[in-house]
Every structure is written in C-alpha cells, then in structure tokens.
C-alpha cells in the first residue's frame, strides 16, 4: 500500500474505534434501530435527490446497503444495548477480518495461506475467552449478535470488491437511503409505534450528536474511504488495519466511559490481535527463517 493510503487506513479505524464510544452513548437515549435508521436517513438525505445513482446493478447496491448497513449495525446495536461493552463490542468486530477472508476465498477466488488459518485460529481463541468470561445471559446474547454483525460486514466488504471502481460518495449516499426500508419494516415489527416516541421524546443535543457522528464522519467517510482501499488491494491487505480498531475503542471507553479494563480483556485482545498480525506479517516472517 502506498504510505497515503497507509494514513487513510489509519484515519478510518481512529474514527471507527471512538466510534464505539459514540454508540454506548447514543444507545442512553435511543433504541438500536431508531439510532441506525436515523443515522442513515441523514447520511442518504437530502443528498440522494442531488447525487447520480452508481451506475451498477440493482441487486449489488441492495445487497451493499442490506449488508454493510441495515442489518451489521442493526445487530451491532442491539449487541451492545444487551450489555456488551464498547471496547469489548469494538474487540468482537475483527472478526470481520477472518469472515473477509473465508468469504473472499469462496466467493472471488482468492487462496488462503496456511499463515491466515493459524491466525483465524488464535484470534478465534481470543473470542473464547471473551464468551467464557461473560457473566449475564444478556451479555452472550449481545456478544452473539455481534458476532453477526462482523459477519455482515464481511459479507459487504465482498460486495464492495464485487462492485469494483465506483463513485464511493454516491455509493454510501445509495447505499444508506437503500438501508431505510428493510430498517423502517424491522423498527415497526420489534419496536413498534412506541420506539419512535420514545426517540422523539429522548433526542436531546446528545442524541443528535451521536446520530450526526454516525451519519457523517462514520458513514460518509470512513465506509466511503473503506470501499475505495476494499476494491484497490486484495482482502487480505485491507482487512487487518482494523485490528487498531480495538485498542482505540477499548482506550476511548476506559478514558471516556470509564469501563474497567480485567486481565482477561488484555489477555483476549492480545490473542485477536497476535492472530491478525500473524494473519498479515506470518507469511513473511516464517520465509525469512526459512521455515516455509
């Protein structure tokens, strides 16, 4: 990767690690699809009206919004308000890593190197411990549905590489006014009526700034930003810039929110965090000595 590109990377996963943080605290004051429909209704409007849909098939820009949107923050949402804490939840994303991959190896043809098996393998250890220390039935809930929420964002980082060269500004605007639908159907079958009284009731100036955070530099942005690295280098080199997604957030909510840091969410970090790094540098360190 060229060393602006390198920045780029580490500029989206700053603002997806305090992002969050910015979750947590938006969670205080809105249900999950409330926030994740409000988020995408300010990212897609009143823009849509003025920016050219991409020009690419209907079926891919529907699976982008489906996936990398409505349904990876509806759960990530959902995951957290059960209890699962943010750097914890920021922790669980990488896996995404791993599911970019396995994805990418069935569905663009990518091979895998016995280096990312072994790295799936010691992050997945990570995840382990992570479940084994929860303490609520809540909480693995919560940690479950984030699990599938990682799994949504993998399954649109592939259809990002599937769309290829598009414009990426008029892909998130599409992409998030695409989301609304299936969001809106989902807020009045698990929420009803109720849920957006309560956001209208609640959206004080924090609320807004939460859902602003999201909507613009998070969404806008960053997944914008994403997708043009996504399709520009393979999988494989992309992905694992995010595994500084979690020692931001894990930072950002001790300092912020004051969570409490155990050994063990050291120990589970380490472990996520050494098999991604095995997953991107292993290859290269195992042919120096001569090992492969």
Known sequence: MSPTDI????????????NFVVIKIGLQDLSPIALTVLRFAFAALPMAFFIKRPAIP??????FGLFQF???FTFLFTGMQLGLTSGLAS?????????????AILFVGERPRITQLVGALISFCGMALVAYKLESKATLIGFMLVIIASMCWASGNIVTKKI????PLALM???????????????????????????????????FATVLYQ?????????GAWAVLMRKYPAATVAPFTLLVPIIGMACAALILDEALQWWKFAACGLVLGGLAFNQFGQKWLERRGII
């Open 70 to 72: 409505a349904l990876q």
């Open 164 to 167: 290829g060269k598009v414009n």
């Open 173 to 207: 605007i599409w992409g998030s006014l695409i989301s609304l639908p299936p969001l809106l159907i989902a807020s009045l079958l698990m929420e009803g009526t109720q849920g957006w009284v309560t956001a209208a009731h609640n959206m004080n100036w924090r609320a």
């Open 58 to 63: 209907w079926h891919l820009l529907c699976a």
């Open 7 to 18: 920045l780029l990377a580490l500029g989206i996963v700053s603002i997806w690690g305090l």
């Open 91 to 103: 922790l669980v994303m990488q896996l995404q890593v791993f599911f970019t991959i396995a994805l």
């Open 215 to 223: 909507a613009y530099p998070n969404t806008m942005f960053a997944f």
